[in-house]
């Protein structure tokens, strides 16, 4: 079990005026992600989510800026790909449609406009309402590999709400495909080549075996995706780590394995409802011929920790590259079980 869960326990010692200025003490643990070998601080703090704060003002300025994925701008205001990339120049599935982005991450970058709501609430974010969008990320990312066979690293992103770092309130994906991987999905493969080259045999299934063995973290599977808490939390508050079984590129999936993710992600964002958190990121992670590799996914909670406003990501986290969160995952799985299975 040590292969996959390292971790080292410290704490830290002061006196404290809480207690009359007695000696006490913080534990915490320096854990080890079981794939990329990171490291990330885990805290068990009395921290508690603050009150759900009323998104109608942040809504309502929005609505009062330019929205160009509103239908009334989307066809005049929004780029179209070139045609030997897509014919059309957009690509329309159900509600969505996915245009060029205006600020490309990659050489092809896609954003998949969900809806033509404005805003969808978070209970609102049922597979139904989000299976348009991811649908046709899919169809782009098909389109990509067709038209250039270079690329090899694929990704859909989403960014929930302006606390996750969204731009704008109307809910859309980001897809990204290019020639070179981002640093997590780099670390990744070398994970998985590490794994292969050290014990023989794939990182994955040994892993999700031990996990659904374990149960600390171990949420559920649903078709071809398995569930768990991540062992090094990314976020503030832990996140979740989904699991496609069969396949290491998204241009491989089809209509049902999608279907079991969007069924899982949206029990992950009842329990996020749930618990007062207003705001989330995902990201699917995808590469192309590298058989060791599996796709998968983070959904992190994203939230403004005190009234004052103060991002949830500060000098730890955005120049030291150090992950840290104040909840032990293994002290909410139950309750994401119990929803996610529910």
């Not at 982005?101 to 609430?121: K, Q, R, T, W």
């Amino acid at each position: 079990m040590d292969r996959f869960f390292k971790k080292i326990p410290l704490k830290t010692s002061f006196l404290s005026p809480f207690k009359d200025f007695a000696m006490d003490e913080i534990p915490f643990e320096i854990r080890y992600d079981p794939l990329t070998g990171e490291t990330g601080r885990v805290y068990d703090l009395p921290y508690q989510v603050p009150e759900r704060a009323d998104p109608g003002p942040v809504i309502q300025r929005s609505r009062e800026m330019f929205c160009p994925f509103c239908p009334d701008s989307l066809q005049k205001s929004t780029p179209l790909f070139p045609k030997e990339l897509v014919q059309e120049g957009r690509i329309h599935r159900g509600g969505a449609t996915l245009i060029p982005n205006l600020v490309p991450f990659d050489i092809y970058s896609g954003v998949a406009i969900m809806a033509p709501e404005h805003y969808l609430a978070m209970e609102e974010l049922t597979p139904e309402a989000i299976r348009d969008a991811f649908s046709a990320s899919l169809l782009f990312t098909r389109e990509v590999a067709r038209f250039d066979q270079q690329v090899r690293y694929f990704s859909i992103n989403w960014n929930y709400m302006p606390q996750s770092g969204s731009s704008l309130v109307h809910p859309h994906l980001q897809v990204n495909c290019g020639y070179i991987p981002t640093n997590h999905q780099r670390l990744q493969i070398e994970g998985c080549r590490r794994y292969y080259r050290d014990h023989g045999k794939e990182f994955w299934h040994d892993f999700m075996n031990l996990e659904r063995e374990c149960g600390e973290r171990y949420i559920g599977e649903k078709g071809g995706t398995f569930w768990t808490m991540s062992y090094l939390p990314q976020a503030f508050l832990p996140d979740v780590w989904c699991i496609f079984r069969e396949h290491h590129c998204l241009t491989q999936l089809k209509d049902e394995e999608l279907e079991d993710f969007l069924q899982g992600l949206s029990r992950i964002l009842v329990y996020f409802d749930h618990e007062r958190i207003p705001s989330f990121n995902v990201s699917i992670f995808s590469i192309k011929e590298e058989e060791h590799f599996r796709i998968n996914a983070r959904i992190c909670p994203r939230l403004l920790p005190r009234p004052i406003g103060n991002s949830d990501r500060a000098y730890l986290q955005i120049l030291h590259k150090e992950p840290y969160t104040v909840k032990h995952p293994e002290s909410l799985c139950q309750t994401v079980r119990e929803i996610f299975t529910g």
